[in-house]
């Protein structure tokens, strides 16, 4: 079975704290995702990763960066936490090909930041 | 713009009841449409796929239906059981991108 595995479930931080969010897919997939996700707007993506090193911007990437050192680790980093950022963030991968794409997700991260 | 809307946004049924939840799609090119059932606090799990050309697909107490002309899916659930309460997301897969919907929350009462 495809495991998506993020580092923490539950995390408390303050404003202004550099935030980092780790996830670790142990299938060897390309692909990697960071989504959050908030009542009433649904997944909303912050960054994507086709490759390690290789990045690139979704539809919310503003206060955002990632890494992608390795191929099986895609880390989401909030420079500095902002009020606006609470929320449950969701690392997903993904199958190759466009014919049968299937995201496999981590737990989630809900993450607060007072 | 490609889109994926989800109808109802919430939906309260007794156990037992069945239900259909809607999903359509403006999205082109077309790949395939999944849906996907997520528990609270879960991160969401794949539930059936359809490809373009087929119409009706079965799992378990679930079925899916797609009409690639009107461009509208449903996933029909047979007689709901309490761990049927989760939110339901539609996605379609247009090459490699995937384009969410925001899901219809599903409660089942008993």
């Known amino acids: 079975d495809v495991k998506v595995t993020q580092s923490s479930r539950y995390l408390v931080k303050r404003t202004g704290e550099k935030v980092f969010l780790e996830c670790v897919q142990d299938m060897d997939h390309e692909n990697m995702f960071w989504y959050r996700q908030d009542p009433g707007l649904g997944l909303r993506l912050i960054y994507f990763?086709?490759?390690?090193?290789?990045?690139e911007k979704g539809d919310i990437p503003e206060g955002y960066s990632v890494s992608r050192e390795k191929k099986e680790r895609f880390s989401l980093i909030l420079e500095s936490a902002s009020t606006n950022q609470t929320s449950m963030y969701l690392c997903?991968?993904?199958?190759?090909?466009?014919?049968?794409?299937?995201?496999?997700f981590g737990q989630g991260t809900r993450l607060t930041v007072v | 713009k490609n889109q994926v809307e989800q109808s109802p946004q919430s939906l309260i049924i007794l156990e037992g009841k069945n239900c259909t939840l809607q999903?359509?799609?403006?999205?082109?090119?077309?790949?395939?449409l999944r849906w996907y059932k997520q528990d609270t606090g879960r991160g969401p799990v794949s539930l059936t796929i359809?490809?373009?050309s087929e119409n009706t697909k079965s799992n378990g107490r679930y079925t899916a239906t797609l009409d690639a002309d009107t461009k509208q899916s449903s996933l029909h659930i047979t007689a709901s059981q309490l761990s049927d309460s989760a939110s339901y997301i539609c996605v379609v897969v247009s090459n490699y991108q995937l384009i969410w919907g925001a899901g219809t929350k599903l409660i089942i009462k008993p």
């Open positions: 359809m490809t373009f």
């Open positions: 999903c359509n799609y403006t999205v082109s090119p077309f790949s395939n």
């Open positions: 997903a991968s993904t199958t190759p090909g466009a014919g049968s794409t299937e995201a496999f």
């Open positions: 990763s086709y490759d390690v090193k290789m990045k």
